[in-house]
């Protein structure tokens, strides 16, 4: 009887799959790289991304367009392009790098976090400590950031990292100011660094970094974060930093990898098309997908096809895959594919 019941019992015991462990879309593992075994995914940034210059970090770039290459909307009005799964990804791809860097017009129009909130909430620990939050890098050459924004208010409150500003004093040349009004504005700048730095703000200026109006240079930008520990940066915007980045991808250019996310829509303002990155996204999509289970595939919740593709700039555009998903549920789960 007794062997009986054994038998039974074995019958019984039932192989329960256990859920995935949460982590990555495996193509970031493939493009960026994975965390050495036993790490748990998203509590480190990846040792691995290596710049090919050691004088400046790994640069990510990466953004949210509609098919017609816009990124914002009417008047810069913030678009939410991505769907649940690719915010999800770009919250991953956060956690993988030492920076998260956007330019003073992204950080004024959409007050972001740049958090990794969309993550999956541990059992353990807070959020905020259970996951590597990358330090907030924001490209300010006249200090316009509000001390009231959530990145800095976050920060003062425990559930953020402070950002660092990077920035330039303006200065003399040759012994004078540039204009009428400039030792003002000096004063101003000065004024705008002592409320900055009170709020907990660390202001990178270094002296190479020359008095600017708009647009900070970036070899020295990067070589300043590098000298102050930065290993990796990933770039999320906005329009004019985004062309910035890829204007400097002429060799050597400073894009390592760059990854997009294309919703298939139209609607977004001419102000913020990237015109540049338009041919190279029509190459891109020329290439075919192979549906080989490499891409990166999840359900996305909007209405919108998502599709993301990565490429590597530091081989000059090469496509590395491109990955994609779809499907608006609504729209009975149609797979769309490139070719
Ligand atoms: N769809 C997406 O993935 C994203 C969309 N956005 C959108 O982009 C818009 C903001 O874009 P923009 O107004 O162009 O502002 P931006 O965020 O590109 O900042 C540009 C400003 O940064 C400063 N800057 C300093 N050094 C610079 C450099 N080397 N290159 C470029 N800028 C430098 C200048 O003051 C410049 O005016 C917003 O509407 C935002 O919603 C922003 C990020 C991502
Ligand atoms: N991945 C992605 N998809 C979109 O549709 C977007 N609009 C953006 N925008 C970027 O994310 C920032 C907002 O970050 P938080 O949600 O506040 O953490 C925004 O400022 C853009 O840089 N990204």
Same mark, same amino acid.
């Given at each position: 009887?007794?062997?009986?019941?054994?038998?039974?019992?074995?019958?019984?015991?039932?192989?329960?799959?256990?859920?995935?462990? $949460?982590?990555?879309?495996?193509?970031?593992?493939?493009?960026?790289?994975?965390?050495?075994?036993?790490?748990?995914?998203?509590?480190?940034?990846?040792?691995?991304?290596?710049?090919?210059?050691?004088?400046? $970090?790994?640069?990510?770039?990466?953004?949210?367009?509609?098919?017609?290459?816009?990124?914002?909307?009417?008047?810069?009005?913030?678009?939410?392009?991505?769907?649940?799964?690719?915010?999800?990804?770009?919250?991953?791809?956060?956690?993988?790098?030492?920076?998260?860097?956007?330019?003073?017009?992204?950080?004024?129009?959409?007050?972001?976090?740049?958090?990794?909130?969309?993550?999956?909430?541990?059992?353990?620990?807070?959020?905020?400590?259970?996951?590597?939050?990358?330090?907030p890098l924001i490209?300010?050459?006249?200090?316009?950031?509000?001390?009231?924004?959530?990145?800095?208010?976050?920060?003062?409150?425990?559930?953020?990292?402070?950002?660092?500003?990077?920035?330039?004093?303006?200065?003399?040349?040759?012994?004078?100011?540039a204009s009428e009004?400039?030792?003002?504005?000096?004063?101003?700048?000065?004024?705008?660094?002592?409320?900055?730095?009170?709020?907990?703000?660390?202001?990178?200026?270094?002296?190479?970094?020359?008095?600017?109006?708009?647009?900070?240079?970036? $070899?020295?930008?990067?070589?300043?974060?590098?000298?102050?520990?930065?290993?990796?940066?990933?770039?999320?915007?906005?329009?004019?930093?985004?062309?910035?980045?890829?204007?400097?991808?002429?060799? $050597?250019?400073?894009?390592?990898?760059?990854?997009?996310?294309?919703?298939?829509?139209?609607?977004?303002?001419?102000?913020?098309?990237?015109?540049?990155?338009?041919?190279?996204?029509?190459?891109?999509?020329?290439?075919?997908?192979?549906?080989?289970?490499?891409?990166?595939?999840?359900?996305?919740?909007?209405?919108?096809?998502?599709?993301?593709?990565?490429?590597?700039?530091?081989?000059?555009?090469?496509?590395?895959?491109?990955?994609?998903?779809?499907?608006?549920?609504?729209?009975?789960?149609?797979?769309?594919?490139?070719?």
């Amino acid at each position: 009887m007794d062997s009986i019941l054994d038998s039974l019992q074995a019958s019984l015991v039932v192989d329960t799959p256990e859920a995935p462990a $949460p982590g990555p879309p495996e193509f970031l593992n493939t493009v960026l790289g994975a965390l050495p075994e036993g790490t748990k995914p998203g509590t480190s940034p990846l040792e691995a991304l290596d710049s090919p210059d050691p004088e400046r $970090p790994y640069v990510t770039l990466t953004f949210a367009q509609s098919l017609d290459a816009k990124i914002a909307g009417k008047n810069g009005l913030q678009l939410i392009l991505s769907g649940e799964e690719s915010m999800k990804m770009t919250h991953w791809m956060r956690t993988m790098h030492d920076g998260i860097m956007i330019g003073i017009g992204t950080a004024s129009n959409d007050n972001p976090q740049l958090n990794v909130r969309h993550l999956p909430f541990p059992s353990q620990n807070t959020h905020f400590r259970h996951y590597h939050h990358p330090r907030p890098l924001i490209l300010d050459a006249n200090l316009r950031i509000s001390p009231k924004c959530k990145l800095i208010t976050n920060a003062s409150l425990g559930a953020g990292v402070p950002p660092w500003v990077i920035t330039a004093r303006p200065q003399k040349i040759d012994g004078f100011w540039a204009s009428e009004g400039e030792e003002d504005t000096v004063d101003a700048w000065d004024a705008r660094k002592a409320t900055l730095e009170k709020a907990g703000v660390k202001l990178i200026s270094d002296p190479d970094l020359p008095s600017a109006n708009t647009d900070l240079p970036l $070899p020295e930008v990067l070589r300043a974060l590098r000298a102050e520990g930065i290993r990796s940066v990933m770039v999320e915007g906005g329009a004019r930093v985004i062309q910035s980045f890829l204007s400097s991808s002429s060799s $050597p250019g400073f894009v390592d990898t760059l990854v997009v996310t294309v919703a298939p829509r139209d609607r977004g303002c001419a102000r913020h098309r990237l015109c540049r990155w338009t041919g190279a996204y029509t190459r891109a999509a020329s290439l075919e997908d192979g549906g080989d289970g490499q891409g990166y595939r999840g359900w996305d919740e909007s209405r919108f096809l998502n599709v993301e593709f990565v490429f590597s700039a530091g081989r000059v555009y090469d496509l590395v895959s491109i990955s994609f998903l779809c499907v608006s549920k609504a729209e009975n789960e149609h797979v769309m594919s490139w070719s």
